[in-house]
């Protein structure tokens, strides 16, 4: 062979240095063109070079490419009719192909061969063929040279395969396999697979790499299962080849066997591969999945797929030979680059298959969710939840469940979440936070501030690098909250002056910036957080470091540079809201809270005390002795003081002569020159202000309060605020200046309440429990004032919001009566019934036929009109006007007796009198103690926002609370668990002991008497407290535990005191029978619905529920069985929603649905139907004609649940289970066959509706569920079957005339259901039609028609001509199957239903 060396000419030298790649695919220019010319062609009088000639190709030496004249088909035409014709045919053919063998002998010449041809044709003639083939490829398109061919081109190969690249760049071994892709059609398609398969064998790696990935494009399909099998097989013998391999086993068309075969040998080497052939094996895996394999197959991928041992390695060792060779940071940043490219691809393969194969993408959430243990839960099951629910949106809500879920169950902790992010970019994280943040979704803003938070905290160091991201989400405080606004600058505040750094200057110099900005305006909104921003970085840099700080004391004061700053800042937030009260008493607020939650430095302390102290004492204290005289509406007095002055020692709140002030002034009247000599202050801003002063005095003296004790018996300067009978003749000024001054009044007692609710003294104590007493009475004078005080608006008790999110109610006193009157169950039961009852899908729907007409509305109005009687309001309505209790008001609850002692002048004690914690006193803690636990521990679901109302609006009035977490709160409400148990069983006996009085009579003497209502409502709210608290989902997370231990043991010791170290199924069962134990107490239907919830929720951390769930059955039975006293406005004095509520409580707990839906069918509707019409049934004292539309829903939606639920079956199925599925079916069809006729006495609109809904929903469970149960029954169990289906006609004929009425009546809720019903009567026609074909019983079905009528089974003889043109378009479009028989207008659904009818006759013949 001839080297390109031994070219004589300089010119070819030249030549050398050109790219080869660029001979090859390129046109030469019309330079390189004339220097061709010289370049000889080959002249060989050989059959070859002839034949090649005469067809249009041009043979070249040297480098020069050969030359096509012609076109490529052309000249493989004319090549083949010219060896086809020759008059040696075949020799020729054998002729040619020597020449070919001898003339490739030369490398050069080999090499032109292999390279596509030069084009000689005109550019314009060539057009679309740029293109040009090589001479190799071009015979091999020829059949009778093809298999001569290959064979030279299989024998050449050896002479090149291990020799490395020649001199021009050209790998020889890839271009001869390259003239095998693609061609149109393989003589010998089997003997080229055995060729190529033998070649692979013998060739080197980096040549088997590239044979293996060009099979696809050489074989034809018929090789594809052969190939398979043999690369299947060389993967087992060579690993390294395990790539390319699974890339072709992907391209071919291969048995399903096979696939499964590969995909478990690769499955066994997965622990052990090379991470960057990762991806591919993974992709491999995943597209060979079937609906049938998905989960078992993800399964063990997740099991063997480990990413902690083949990711985080290579990326921690690239990072050490980093660290190791600072020198030589190219190689090591190529391996971590080369890593992490691999971990990247190996995750876009995953998010592919799962966003195109739905059957991947649930399998492995299945997968994961079948995994139980905590071990074995693994980092790729986070990333692959992550992954999943980012890039299929139709599971978002299943992932979420099973990840809130895993987090309760304890299966993903904290060390799995620091694993999975264990390599994670700040920047990247901080730059996805803050975009969440400025969504304006309150969700996201709140839980991305929170994650910010524990980034500060965790790397403040890292973050404060970064804190120019977090600085932009200052121009984002329009759309949040405050409780957001504090977390915000909070985070800024740490960022900018927990440590001195340049780098945060700036950050603090923006903060000053907008602080200034805001406080500066005159709108309320900007100046809100200009004063939480100001006040929350005041309380950054003033904070407490002595404890952080080094052990050199004193290192951690702040200095008076700092000590200035913060003083000057509060004193600037001071003098800018001066002007507006609303503005002061929220700065006064923030402070009181700053002071609360945090440890400020002692001088910032001293210097707040010491001007708070003094403030305070100026703006709203005076002497008793000095009584205020002016133009006064009311006489001035001293009112509500626990001590008995008799000098002019003593001080008052100057309460009244302050409102009177604001109010005259508001008006444009004139200050007396006392009054102008004093600065005016706000009443609204007396709350605040002690609040901050009691806070400060209680830091600076560790909880002692003598400096300021005086302020909780001190008397208040107000007026008689008894209404008497001048509360009619006060002006409209008049009444609402009582009201301002009684909720002035309320909200002081609140703060001293929360002030002094944790002295021990007993005198303190005494003194708490007599404001207490104050604040229950205050409030029933509320109530009367407000009823004829229509319009009114009270003054604001919290200030951390916009004015317009608080909007009282405006309704006049009268349409307030009917509101209250109006309400079922009682003006407290009912709202408390709305607010904590769980919601039901059941009682989405009818609950506005149980409200009276607009008709009754208005006659229920005038009678109120004509009634001189005055009806309270509800002052829960106005509960966003009262201060906020703190929790620790509740310790009052473990106080008992209490004795007060009397002293006389000589202060020896003279009386001594006991004290304790009064009912009405008690249902105040309890009411409050209840709505916080609502607004913190009920997970947010349950808490349905109105549509187009902010969720901020619940929060009103629990600014404080939350600032403690859900998990403090419950801690809390642990601790008070047994004081409320001695509460409770106090009650209980109070109840036994009134039962046992009136011999068990229910409307005995007491129970309209007012105690025992307040009695019946602490009960109540005692029961719901307990089911707020055990239902907390906080309960499932490890963390609390321990809580709930504690919780249960407070109830276990009642029952078994004195047995520690108890078991937790134990504790649960002993709590579960304690609780139990009330039901015989129970005053109210509300509060039996309160303790069967809480029963329930015991019920449910218990692993083995069963044994109690039939007590719980039993109970709500005794419940419903019971005579309950009514209440004396009211019908029943049971609340609709809540005995739908204990109804499907009972239905869901029994052992046997169809038994209990028969009972109350069977037995106590009848029962009712001859009764009286106020009577009840007497085995359902519940049931009554008012509260039937209740049963009878909730019997409807139970049947339809569990025969719903009940399966199928399949004809593998033993003969005993379709015997006992048959049974059950004829009892369940029985049942709505019971319930169905029922509406034939009760035809009520909100009956029929139930009737028309849950009967279709009934109907598609009995084709789902029970035709194919009957498909392989009817043989055996033919009468069976027969009865079934007669008795389930006679349902569905009720049913098509119930649609008749509801179309005649033209009742448009109750039409809408009329299409999908007769659509679903027509597909019970047709499968039962199938089901006899699939029998044999053919002949048995024949047509019919069904007559119109009515719900009496009258039939409807006439049709106005406008309803029968509507019927008959309405049925067109229903009903499909109808149309199509041919039956007359107005009678086509009805056929469908005849069809059903006769078929089932014509069976039993």
């Not at 030369?106 to 030069?118: A, H, I, K, P, V």
């Not at 010491?610 to 006489?635: K, L, M, S």
């Not at 009054?675 to 202000?689: F, G, I, T, W």
């Not at 009134?994 to 005692?1022: F, W």
Request: hydrophobic share 40%.
């Amino acid at each position: 062979m001839v080297s390109k060396r031994r070219l004589p000419t300089s010119e070819d030298k030249e030549n050398l240095t050109e790219d080869a790649s660029k001979a090859r695919k390129q046109p030469l220019s019309k330079k390189t063109k004339k220097f061709h010319v010289r370049n000889e062609v080959e002249e060989n009088n050989s059959v070859f070079v002839k034949l090649l000639k005469t067809s249009g190709i041009t043979l070249k030496t040297g480098e020069s490419q050969n030359q096509l004249a012609v076109d490529q088909i052309i000249f493989q035409r004319k090549l083949f009719q010219t060896l086809r014709k020759h008059p040696s045919y075949p020799a020729i053919v054998e002729e040619f192909v020597s020449g070919l063998e001898s003339y490739i002998e030369d490398q050069n010449s080999f090499r032109n061969c292999l390279l596509s041809c030069e084009h000689l044709q005109d550019e314009e003639a060539s057009i679309g063929t740029s293109y040009c083939k090589s001479l190799i490829k071009l015979l091999l398109g020829i059949d009778i040279l093809q298999p001569a061919i290959i064979k030279i081109l299989f024998e050449k190969l050896p002479e090149f395969i291990f020799k490395n690249v020649n001199s021009d760049g050209l790998n020889m071994p890839r271009l001869i396999i390259n003239q095998l892709k693609w061609l149109d059609r393989v003589v010998d398609s089997k003997d080229l697979t055995t060729k190529i398969m033998q070649l692979i064998s013998i060739a080197p790696v980096y040549l088997q790499h590239d044979f293996v990935t060009s099979l696809p494009e050489i074989l034809g399909d018929s090789q594809h299962a052969d190939v398979g099998k043999e690369l299947s097989d060389l993967l087992t013998e060579n690993t390294l080849l395990t790539v390319p391999i699974l890339d072709v086993l992907s391209s071919l068309r291969l048995e399903p066997k096979l696939l499964t075969k590969v995909r478990q040998l690769v499955m066994g080497k997965l622990s052990s591969v090379m991470l960057d052939d990762l991806p591919m094996i993974i992709k491999f895996i995943l597209h060979s999945i079937t609906a049938t394999d998905a989960l078992e197959v993800i399964s063990e991928l997740r099991e063997k797929l480990d990413l902690q041992h083949c990711i985080l390695p290579s990326l921690l060792q690239a990072s050490q030979s980093k660290v190791k060779n600072k020198g030589q940071t190219s190689s090591s940043g190529n391996q971590e680059n080369s890593g992490q490219d691999c971990v990247i691809l190996l995750f876009d393969v995953i998010k592919s298959a799962v966003r195109y194969e739905k059957i991947i993408s649930e399998a492995w959430i299945k997968a994961i969710e079948n995994t139980t243990s905590v071990s074995e839960h693994k980092i790729l099951d986070l990333a692959m939840l992550f992954i999943i629910y980012s890039t299929n949106t139709q599971t978002k809500k299943c992932i979420e469940r099973v990840l809130r879920n895993k987090i309760r169950s304890g299966c993903f902790q904290e060390q799995l979440l620091q694993s999975t992010f264990y390599i994670h970019y700040l920047q990247e994280v901080i730059g996805a936070l803050v975009t969440h943040i400025c969504s304006g979704n309150e969700a996201e803003v709140d839980t991305a501030l929170d994650v910010l938070l524990d980034l500060v905290v965790l790397n403040p160091s890292a973050m404060r690098l970064n804190a120019v991201f977090v600085k932009g989400i200052l121009d984002y405080l329009d759309n949040m909250s405050p409780q957001q606004i504090r977390k915000l600058f909070y985070i800024l505040s740490t960022l900018a002056f927990s440590k001195q750094h340049e780098a945060s200057s700036h950050i603090q110099d923006d903060m000053h910036l907008v602080i200034r900005k805001q406080l500066s305006s005159t709108v309320f909104k900007y100046k809100l957080t200009g004063i939480i921003g100001a006040v929350t970085m005041a309380g950054i840099i003033a904070a407490d470091r002595s404890r952080s700080s080094s052990l050199t004391p004193g290192r951690g004061d702040l200095s008076s540079e700092q000590c200035t700053q913060v003083t000057s800042l509060l004193q600037l937030v001071h003098s800018c809201s001066e002007q507006s009260p609303q503005a002061s008493a929220l700065y006064y607020d923030e402070f009181a809270n700053l002071i609360q939650g945090r440890k400020l430095a002692p001088q910032v302390l001293e210097w707040a005390g010491q001007t708070i102290f003094n403030d305070f004492q100026d703006a709203f204290v005076v002497d008793i002795c000095v009584v205020p005289e002016g133009d006064y509406p009311f006489p001035v007095k001293a009112l509500y003081g626990l001590e008995d002055y008799e000098s002019c020692d003593g001080i008052a709140i100057n309460l009244l002569p302050l409102l009177f002030s604001r109010d005259f002034v508001k008006d444009g009247g004139r200050l007396t020159s006392q009054e102008s000599d004093q600065k005016l202050v706000s009443p609204l801003c007396l709350a605040p202000y002690f609040r901050l002063l009691r806070l400060c005095v209680d830091r600076q003296h560790n909880g002692n309060l003598e400096e300021i004790d005086g302020l909780l018996d001190c008397p208040i300067f107000l007026t008689d605020l008894e209404p008497g009978e001048r509360l009619e003749s006060m002006s409209v000024k008049e009444r609402s200046f009582i009201c301002s001054l009684i909720f002035l009044t309320l909200n002081w007692f609140r703060e001293v309440v929360n002030a002094f609710c944790r002295q021990t003294l007993p005198e303190m104590k005494v003194k708490v429990l007599t404001r207490l007493k104050h604040i229950v009475e205050l409030q029933q004078l509320l109530e009367k004032h407000l009823a004829v005080t229509p319009d009114y608006v009270p003054p604001l008790a919290n200030f951390d919001l916009e004015t317009s999110e608080v909007t009282p109610p405006t309704s006049t006193a009268v349409s307030a009566k009917i509101r209250i009157q109006g309400n079922v169950g009682g003006r407290k039961r009912k709202a408390d019934g709305n607010k904590t009852s769980s919601p039901d899908p059941l009682s989405k729907e009818d609950n506005s036929e149980c409200d009276p007409a607009p008709s009754d509305r208005s006659q229920l109005e005038k009678e109120f009109r004509g009634k001189e009687e005055k009806t309270s309001v509800s002052l829960q309505n106005y509960h966003a006007f009262f201060r906020e209790l703190d929790l620790e008001v509740f310790s009052i609850l473990h106080c008992g007796l209490v004795a007060k002692f009397i002293l006389d002048t000589e202060m020896h004690t003279e009386a001594t009198e006991v004290v304790q914690l009064q009912p009405p006193e008690l249902l105040f803690l309890l009411e409050d103690l209840a709505q916080k636990l609502e607004n913190m521990l009920t997970p947010s679901v349950t808490r349905r926002v109105p549509f187009l109302k902010s969720k901020g609006n619940r929060n009103i009035g629990f600014s404080h609370l939350h600032q403690r977490s859900a998990s403090e709160i419950a801690h809390r409400v642990v601790q008070l668990l047994s004081p409320m148990c001695n509460h409770l069983e106090n009650i209980h006996d109070y109840f036994q002991c009134l039962t046992a009085k009136n011999h068990g009579v229910v409307d005995g003497p007491g129970i309209k008497g007012q105690e025992y209502h307040i009695m019946s409502s602490c009960y109540q709210r005692l029961l719901q407290i307990l089911h707020g608290l055990f239902a907390w989902n906080g309960f499932f997370q490890p963390e609390n535990t321990n809580l709930l231990y504690s919780a249960l043991e407070v109830l276990a010791n009642r029952l078994k005191p004195g047995e520690p170290d108890q078991a937790l199924e134990e504790l649960l069962s002993q709590s579960f029978h304690y609780l139990q134990n009330f039901h015989l107490s129970i005053p109210s239907f509300q509060c039996a619905l309160y303790l069967i919830r809480l029963l329930m929720v015991i019920l449910e951390k218990s692993t083995a529920p069963t044994q109690n769930k039939g007590k719980i059955a039993s109970l709500a039975r005794q419940f419903l069985f019971r005579v309950w006293p009514s209440a004396e406005k009211e019908k029943s004095g049971i609340p609709n929603d809540q005995l739908q509520a204990l109804l499907s409580i009972y239905l869901e707990h029994t052992d046997s649905v169809l038994k209990a839906i028969e009972e109350i069918a069977g037995v106590g509707v009848p029962e009712l139907i001859n009764s009286p019409k106020e009577a009840s049934s007497s085995t359902f004292p519940t049931l009554t004609r008012h509260t039937f539309v209740i049963f009878f829903r909730v019997m409807m939606a139970e049947l339809e649940k569990t025969v719903k639920g009940l399966q199928a079956g399949t004809a593998a199925d033993s003969e005993q289970i379709h015997e006992e599925k048959l049974l059950y079916w004829n009892m369940a069809v029985r049942d709505f066959s019971i319930l169905i006729n029922l509406i034939k006495v009760f035809d009520s609109r909100p009956v029929l509706h139930v009737c028309l809904k849950y009967g279709r929903l009934f109907v598609e469970a009995f084709l789902k569920q029970c035709m194919p149960l009957l498909d392989f029954s009817f043989r055996k169990h033919r009468e069976d079957v027969l009865s079934l289906l007669e008795t389930f006609q006679l349902n569905t004929r009720l049913l098509h005339h119930l649609c008749g009425h509801s179309k005649i009546h033209q009742d448009t809720k109750l039409t809408k259901h009329v299409p999908l019903l007769k659509k679903t009567l027509e597909l019970l026609v047709c499968r039962v039609k199938a089901m006899l074909i699939l029998n044999n019983c053919r002949e048995a079905f024949w047509l019919g028609n069904l007559k119109n009528r009515d719900l009496q089974g009258e039939e409807i003889t006439s049709q106005n001509s406008q309803e029968s043109t509507a019927d008959e378009s309405e049925d067109d479009t229903s009903s499909q199957v109808s149309k199509s028989k041919g039956t007359e207008d107005g009678e086509e659904d009805e056929a469908s239903d005849g069809e059903k009818e006769q078929e089932s006759d014509d069976d039993s013949d």
